[in-house]
């Protein structure tokens, strides 16, 4: 496809267990970015890829987030023993240059 | 650190009219990127205009503009035309030239009534 997809649309899920939420970026993006929006909120950086580099990690919320990217291309997002506050829209998003180009995210219900 | 606030949490408009969105703004830095975002309830953030920040003029597409006031920070988005498809949240964003990390406000939910 021609844009940033991330699957699964949505996500529910228990109290306590493990979650990974996956992103494909445009072809050829060297740069891949998640952000965080919760209900009322704008949208919060997470962390970012840029090629080969170590990722900039600073706004993971806590040791329970990670993340992957492989190859350079996908990346995964997990979030192991989830709570109710990471019920969130997760949106990915990529890019080559200044702009970022997102995907339709994955809405994460914990219940 | 910069950050971006937008005081208007919902705003409606009339189809056919304008609207005006506000974007303040806070920054030490001369080089910089602002955007408007726009997120209809697909959750699909489409990036509505750009604006270079060394680039006095103000950015237009079809019936997208913005007006830019550097000294002022301020960044507001006005909508011509309104259209029923505008309805939307609208979150403005700013990025450091050769910086990585948008900064967002909080969006503002535009309303266009029939």
């Known amino acids: 496809g021609a844009g940033v997809s991330q699957s699964p649309s949505n996500k529910v899920t228990e109290k306590g267990k493990d979650v990974e939420l996956r992103c494909d970026p445009i072809s050829g993006h060297t740069a891949l970015y998640w952000y965080r929006q919760s209900l009322g909120q704008g949208l919060e950086f997470l962390i970012y890829f840029q090629g080969n580099s170590a990722p900039d990690k600073s706004g993971l919320p806590s040791d329970r987030f990670s993340a992957e990217r492989t190859g350079g291309s996908v990346s995964t997002l997990t979030i192991q023993r989830t709570q109710q506050e990471d019920s969130a829209v997760y949106l990915c998003?990529?890019?080559?240059?200044?702009?970022?180009?997102f995907g339709p995210g994955t809405r994460l219900t914990v219940l | 650190a910069q950050t971006v606030t937008q005081s208007q949490p919902e705003m409606s408009v009339q189809e056919a009219e304008t609207v005006t969105l506000s974007c303040t703004y806070d920054?030490?830095?001369?080089?910089?990127?602002l955007f408007w975002y726009k997120q209809p309830p697909s959750r699909q953030m489409i990036l509505v205009i750009r604006q270079e920040a060394y680039k006095q003029q103000n950015a237009t597409e079809n019936r997208f503009s913005v007006n830019f006031q550097k000294a002022a920070k301020s960044f507001s988005l006005k909508i011509s035309d309104s259209q029923l498809g505008d309805t939307a949240m609208y979150f403005c964003a700013f990025i450091g030239a050769g910086s990585y990390q948008l900064t967002f406000g909080k969006g503002t939910k535009l309303s266009v009534i029939p």
């Open positions: 998003a990529s890019s080559s240059a200044v702009e970022q180009f």
């Open positions: 920054t030490s830095e001369n080089n910089y990127y």
